[in-house]
């Protein structure tokens, strides 16, 4: 069956530092895997997608790469800020809105 | 732009009742929307995608009669859980996507309690 794994449930990183999350996935071809942060009590809001024929995605201090070899997607914040603290989600989209699963999610903190 | 509503942002009932959640896109027109139901500590679950005018396919394990779908217009959805009980107690998230466009756009949860 499909699965999502997420790096780690949290991640305490120092403000300015790079935070990296991972995502990995099995039993899976995604045609696209997005990023969605959400914070407590809320829905989550869209961040970055990358198509399964693209190796990385820049957005401002985001950075999102998508290695379908090693079924892996880094998400990168650089000069993280203590507002980037959230929980982000990585979503895997086979197309067309078919089997869009989203990972378990990695809980962010960024230290003052 | 892409902005989703939903309405009530937070609902209590008693066991038994039926409550219906909306799910509104605002300044887009959705051909297809989304609802999840989130637990404490855990990720989204799909329950079902609904398109308009169709009706909803429902993820396995996801009882279609009592969670009621109707997706009557490219901007509205509603999501009816009826004869509530207290394990239904959860947040509820639509999202809503536009036509050959594959992200998708949340709204900001429905708190169901169910007492």
Redesign the interface.
């Known amino acids: 069956s499909q699965k999502i794994e997420q790096n780690s449930e949290a991640l305490n990183i120092q403000e300015g530092k790079t935070a990296t999350l991972t995502c990995n996935y099995t039993n899976y071809s995604p045609a696209y895997l997005q990023w969605y942060r959400q914070d407590p009590g809320r829905g989550p809001v869209f961040l970055l997608l990358i198509r399964e024929n693209e190796k990385e995605k820049r957005k401002e201090r985001l950075k999102v790469t998508f290695d379908t070899t090693l079924k892996q997607s880094l998400f990168h914040i650089t000069a993280s800020q203590p507002a980037d603290s959230a929980t982000y989600l990585c979503a895997l989209d086979g197309g067309h809105g078919q089997n869009f699963v989203f990972g378990p999610g990695t809980r962010l903190s960024v230290l003052p | 732009g892409a902005v ?1 509503s ?1 309405h009530p942002s937070w609902v209590i009932c008693k066991s038994g009742t039926s409550v219906k959640i909306e799910c509104r896109s605002l300044d887009f027109q959705a051909t ?1 929307m ?1 609802w999840y139901r989130q637990f404490p500590k ?5 329950m079902a ?1 609904s398109n308009e005018g169709s009706k909803a396919t429902y993820e396995q394990g996801v009882e279609k009669d009592k969670f009621l779908i109707n997706h009557a217009s490219l901007t509205l959805s509603t999501l009816t859980v009826t004869s509530a009980h207290p394990e239904d107690s959860s ?1 509820y ?1 639509c ?1 809503a ?1 536009l036509a050959g466009v ?8 429905t ?1 169901l309690t169910v007492t």
């Open positions: 989703v939903q297809t989304f855990q990720s989204l679950m799909l995608t947040f998230i999202s996507r594959p992200e998708q756009y949340f709204g900001p949860g708190r």
